[in-house]
């Protein structure tokens, strides 16, 4: 059986070997965990804007500056700054789920269309576009400096139609005379089994959205309700096992989330008869003072069972139980952040008749993922003056230091700038390029100083009238996204007037003395001193004890003495976890040989039990001896288990086929013969001697 039929449960094996685990199994076996997949991660697109040219002092530079511009504009751009990127979002998906493939292009924004025609056995979509290009500001003493680059990002879905190892590329783009290619990613498309007893759904509010704005997601699981019947198609001694890596407590950078404990940590219950579903690696540790648990001997954290909301649907004519939790997002960055896949591993009641035992088969089910891109305001219809903000209600004040001047004097031109609105991509207008202000007013926008403080952000520009006369600064245009409104919204400043005078030269005559309106300090040169009074007695001094009265000690020793206790009581609490981890490593060989010479005795009369419990103990084994707290192992994870602890064994061909073997005897139900049972035993128990030997009693 290969690695898309192992995600099945592998508790579920005890099912037909229940008799041989409790008695040589339970005491290796400690809280449950799984396989935990690996968050995606996601990748922000910031807002981007293309920077200006320089100002050139002799007609040399000026010359060389056009040559080069009118070059760049007729090839597009250098072969060093052309560059093309490709990435998937994900390396392995189940056939049906769909992957977005994001293409990044560095050194052309206008021109550039990607070529995915080459990929084949596949559906392809276009998601979108958006330029990439940008003015980044950093800011240094409250003087900012800017780097420009020019960019597009592309993002496709693509939905592969077969199982196997997927190719997506390669991908080619013509740009400034130059065809460049890449390969693309590959992708591992895992199949799984087709059925309609178990369906796994995961529904995104919004598949697209921008920063600061919410969205739900819900996940449902449905499980279809045998015929006749009315109770939960689970049963509550075996719980099925969910893996949904969205329900974790860390939340993926650029969301802001709900807080899971307090989100599944209503939904726990430690009722044995209500059916529910185990979530994740979550465990809960049993109070010693509870009724219920009050008799138990193992105290041990375990699984945590939970309750899902549930009500009753139909499904293409047939009745399903739906449970279902739903979380809700807010972005804060703009990028692609994938929800799933949600797997489901367990047993499921299939057939319950009057006088009968119900019928039960163990089910893998695959929920597909679903994406949300949190994106950038479309370009269509973006004025010239957008400066990266959008949200909702922003207002503009513009203001000056001075409305009286002398040609050349600088002035502090201020825009201030409030709002429900985001700021995290905002840029300085540039009044530079403004025909209106530049014909009256020198603007230093390279100089530009930026300050913000909650919902507004202060420009400060230095300007210098270049005329005589009443001047007017005019008014000035900004535009931003109404994330209300969905479309742009345009706001305007009031126009400003400037009285400029005639500047007045100053000879060296006319400059009589220093600065009068100077602040002079003057210090005293002498140092007073003050004698404190002292009062004399004839009696003369008082004698002192030398040492404290006996209460008087033990209070002052009572303080270290609390803090030696409370430290000692710390201490053992913290080595009391590290020494039962140790214990359990140091007992696991003993247990799993006992095991499997105790299995291979019982192997004649019943070849199928004595197989499904071999895994089990191989599980139980191996759990112990990399300190995992799970034993809810496939074959492939043991093998990825034994490689990432550097242990040789894991490569060993006859242990991976044994134990395989042994797993899908319970996973199919079929029949074993007991010779090839017996050999697997034997190759097993010397597989662990060996695993004993190299992971030695601390090995983790």
């Given at each position: 059986?290969?690695?898309?039929d192992?995600?099945?449960?592998a508790r ?8 041989y685990v ?13 396989r ?10 910031s ?24 070059q ?14 490709v990435e998937?979002n994900?390396?392995?998906?189940y056939?049906?789920e769909?992957?977005v493939?994001?293409?990044?292009v ?7 269309d990607?070529?995915?025609?080459a ?5 392809v979509?276009?998601?979108g ?6 003015v ?11 780097e420009?680059f020019t960019?597009?990002t592309?993002?496709?879905e ?15 783009m013509?740009?400034?005379g ?6 693309g990613p ?8 087709k059925?309609?007893d ?10 697209s959205?921008l920063?600061?704005?919410?969205f ?8 279809r309700?045998?015929?006749?019947a009315?109770?939960?198609p ?6 099925p096992?969910l893996l ?7 939340i ?6 709900q807080?899971m ?9 430690g ?14 540790q ?7 648990s009050?008799?138990e001997m ?5 699984p945590a ?15 399903y ?10 972005a804060?960055q ?5 929800f799933g ?7 499921l ?8 035992d ?14 949300v ?5 479309p370009e269509?219809?973006r004025p010239a ?7 909702s ?12 001047c002398n040609?050349?004097d600088p002035?502090q031109?201020?825009?201030a ?12 207008p ?8 530049s ?14 403080s ?6 400060r ?5 270049t005329t ?19 479309a ?8 400003i007037?400037?009285?400029v ?7 060296d ?5 220093a600065?009068?309106?100077r ?13 404190a ?11 002192g004890a ?15 003495v609390a ?15 590290g020494a039962?981890r140790?214990r359990r490593?140091?007992q ?5 040989t006992?095991a499997?010479?105790?299995?291979e ?27 995992l707290a ?12 034994l490689?990432?602890a ?14 395989e ?7 199919s ?5 007991p010779?090839?049972v ?7 128990g ?9 992971t030695?009693v601390?090995?983790?």
């Amino acid at each position: 059986m290969n690695e898309k039929d192992q995600g099945d449960a592998a508790r579920s094996a005890a099912t037909t070997s229940g008799r041989y685990v409790d008695d040589v199994v339970a005491p290796l076996r400690g809280a449950s965990a799984v396989r935990r997949p690996v968050r995606e991660l996601s990748y922000p697109v910031s807002h981007l804007r293309s920077g200006r040219g320089a100002l050139f002092t002799t007609p040399v530079l000026a010359f060389a500056a056009l040559f080069a511009i009118l070059q760049i504009a007729v090839t597009g751009a250098t072969a060093e700054d052309l560059q093309l990127f490709v990435e998937a979002n994900r390396n392995q998906i189940y056939l049906g789920e769909p992957v977005v493939l994001t293409v990044r292009v560095a050194g052309a924004d206008q021109g550039v269309d990607p070529d995915l025609s080459a990929i084949s056995k596949a559906g392809v979509r276009l998601l979108g576009s958006h330029s990439d290009s940008r003015v980044s500001v950093v800011v240094v003493n409250g003087r900012m400096t800017r780097e420009a680059f020019t960019g597009r990002t592309f993002a496709y879905e693509i939905v592969p139609a077969e199982t196997g190892k997927f190719k997506a590329g390669p991908i080619e783009m013509k740009a400034g005379g130059r065809t460049l290619r890449s390969d693309g990613p590959v992708i591992e498309v895992l199949g799984i089994e087709k059925q309609d007893d178990v369906i796994l759904e995961i529904a995104p509010s919004r598949d697209s959205l921008l920063p600061d704005e919410s969205f739900q997601v819900r996940f449902t699981v449905l499980l279809r309700i045998p015929d006749g019947a009315s109770v939960d198609p689970i049963l509550p001694a075996e719980p099925p096992q969910l893996l949904v890596p969205f329900l974790e407590q860390a939340i993926a950078d650029g969301l802001e989330g709900q807080d899971m404990r307090e989100v599944l940590g209503q939904r726990v219950t430690g009722d044995p008869r209500r059916p529910g579903f185990l979530i994740n690696n979550y465990t809960i540790q049993p109070d010693p003072f509870d009724f219920g648990s009050m008799f138990e001997m193992d105290l041990r954290e375990k699984p945590a069972k939970f309750l899902l909301d549930r009500r009753e649907v139909v499904r293409n004519g047939r009745r399903y139980y739906e449970y279902g939790i739903q979380l809700t997002y807010t972005a804060r960055q703009e990028g692609t952040f994938t929800f799933g896949p949600a797997q489901f591993k367990g047993k499921l009641v299939t057939k319950v008749e009057a006088g009968a035992d119900v019928g039960v088969r163990p089910v893998f089910a695959v929920g597909p993922a679903r994406v949300v891109r949190v994106i950038p305001p479309p370009e269509e219809g973006r004025p010239a003056s957008y400066i990266g903000v959008f949200g909702s209600n922003l207002t503009v004040e513009a203001s000056l230091d001075s409305q009286t001047c002398n040609v050349g004097d600088p002035l502090q031109f201020t825009l201030a700038l409030k709002g429900h609105v985001n700021f995290a991509n905002a840029f300085p207008p540039a009044l530079g390029e403004i025909p209106a202000f530049s014909s009256s007013f020198r603007v230093y926008d390279d100089t530009v100083s930026s300050k913000q403080s909650g919902q507004s952000r202060t420009y400060r520009y230095t300007i210098r009238p270049t005329t005589v006369g009443t001047l007017e600064v005019p008014s000035i245009e900004i535009a931003y996204f109404d994330s209300v409104g969905r479309a742009y919204r345009t706001i305007r400043t009031q126009p400003i007037p400037v009285h400029v005078r005639a500047s007045v030269a100053m000879a060296d005559s006319m400059i009589v003395s220093a600065a009068t309106n100077r602040l002079s300090i003057t210090t005293a040169s002498e140092d007073v001193i003050v004698t404190a009074p002292v009062t004399m007695v004839p009696a003369g001094a008082s004698p002192g004890a030398l040492f404290p009265g006996p209460w008087v000690l033990a209070l002052l020793c009572s303080g270290p003495v609390a803090y030696g206790l409370v430290a000692g009581g710390s201490f053992l609490c913290r080595i009391a976890p590290g020494a039962k981890r140790r214990r359990r490593r140091q007992q696991a060989a003993g247990i799993a040989t006992a095991a499997l010479r105790h299995i291979e005795s019982q192997i004649a009369g019943d070849p199928a039990g004595a197989a499904s419990t071999i895994y089990e103990v191989i599980a139980e084994f191996i759990a112990a001896r990399c300190d995992l707290a799970s034993t809810s192992l496939t074959p492939s994870d043991l093998g990825h288990r034994l490689a990432a602890a550097g242990i040789a064994s894991g490569d060993d061909t006859g242990f991976m086929k044994a134990a395989e073997r042994c797993f899908n005897v319970a996973f199919s139900g079929t029949s074993a013969e007991p010779e090839q049972v017996s050999q697997d035993c034997r190759t097993i128990g010397d597989c662990l001697a060996r695993v004993d030997v190299e992971t030695g009693v601390e090995a983790a």
